[in-house]
């Protein structure tokens, strides 16, 4: 099997799908795309992603590419059989929350990063940053009263759903959350971070900040 995943360090996109390959025990291999210097917007990739975003999947083996993590996400379920709910119920659960990450959480999240950290200090939006750190911690309330007396985000196994949450709550540079004021969620995290073929995202896939410093 050769699936390439097209990502970088810093995208907790493409984190929930390296994490889902990873988890879920598929062999797969990182393509670096360098994101700070365009690459995502280039002809080249454009060609095969007409959003311009990353994460990618190619699996060469059945010639079929693949963009959005959700999708892709839902593909490695198709391919491993693992992740997912036991029921159809809680597989349409996990769907569920995959999509109010997508909308509610990781939206915000990864933007919210970015005006903070990585455009240079005197263009960074602080009107905007507000307004999204506010709609964050209603994300972060919503995911941690949901966690309350629960192991994981569905059923009685960590899912796609646990992946897609996450996305973005490993990273180290700041954007509005301090685990520690999320019991649930903190716990969780370190629950979720127990688990076999769980990984770092900037272990998990090339480029970090510290390479562009
Ligand atoms: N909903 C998409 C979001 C992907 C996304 O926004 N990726 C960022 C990198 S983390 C990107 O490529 N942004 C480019 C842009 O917004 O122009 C997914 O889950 O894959």
Same mark, same amino acid.
Not at 74 to 84: I, M, P, Q, R
């Given at each position: 099997?050769?699936?390439?995943?097209?990502?970088?360090?810093?995208?907790?996109?493409?984190?929930?799908?390296?994490?889902?390959? %990873?988890?879920?025990?598929?062999?797969?291999? /990182?393509?670096?795309?360098?994101?700070?210097?365009?690459?995502?917007?280039?002809?080249?990739?454009?060609?095969?992603?007409?959003?311009?975003?990353?994460?990618?999947?190619?699996?060469?083996?059945?010639?079929?590419?693949?963009?959005?993590?959700?999708?892709?996400?839902?593909?490695?379920?198709?391919?491993?059989?693992?992740?997912?709910?036991?029921?159809?119920?809680?597989?349409?659960?996990?769907?569920?929350?995959?999509?109010?990450?997508?909308?509610?959480?990781?939206?915000?999240?990864? /933007?919210?990063?970015?005006?903070? %950290?990585?455009?240079?200090?005197?263009?960074?939006?602080?009107?905007?940053?507000?307004?999204?750190?506010?709609?964050?911690?209603?994300?972060?309330?919503?995911?941690?009263?949901?966690?309350?007396?629960?192991?994981?985000?569905?059923?009685?196994?960590?899912?796609?759903?646990?992946?897609?949450?996450?996305?973005?709550?490993?990273?180290?540079?700041?954007?509005?959350?301090?685990?520690?004021?999320?019991?649930?969620?903190?716990?969780?995290?370190?629950?979720?971070?127990?688990?076999?073929?769980?990984?770092?995202?900037?272990?998990?896939?090339?480029?970090?900040?510290?390479?562009?410093?």
């Amino acid at each position: 099997m050769t699936l390439k995943l097209y990502c970088f360090g810093e995208s907790g996109n493409a984190y929930k799908a390296a994490l889902s390959l %990873n988890m879920a025990g598929l062999e797969w291999e /990182p393509v670096y795309v360098d994101f700070f210097n365009g690459e995502a917007r280039s002809e080249e990739y454009r060609a095969l992603n007409v959003m311009g975003e990353v994460p990618m999947l190619i699996d060469t083996d059945h010639d079929y590419h693949l963009t959005q993590s959700g999708a892709i996400q839902d593909y490695v379920v198709h391919l491993s059989g693992k992740l997912t709910g036991k029921t159809p119920e809680e597989r349409r659960e996990v769907l569920r929350w995959v999509l109010w990450d997508n909308h509610k959480l990781s939206s915000m999240a990864g /933007p919210t990063r970015f005006l903070m %950290n990585f455009l240079p200090e005197a263009k960074r939006p602080q009107e905007v940053i507000a307004f999204n750190k506010g709609r964050l911690n209603a994300a972060y309330k919503v995911l941690d009263e949901h966690l309350e007396g629960r192991e994981w985000v569905v059923g009685d196994h960590a899912t796609i759903a646990d992946i897609s949450c996450c996305g973005y709550l490993y990273y180290p540079e700041p954007f509005g959350f301090d685990r520690k004021e999320f019991p649930n969620i903190d716990a969780w995290l370190t629950r979720l971070s127990e688990q076999p073929g769980w990984a770092h995202p900037y272990d998990l896939m090339p480029g970090s900040p510290a390479d562009r410093a």
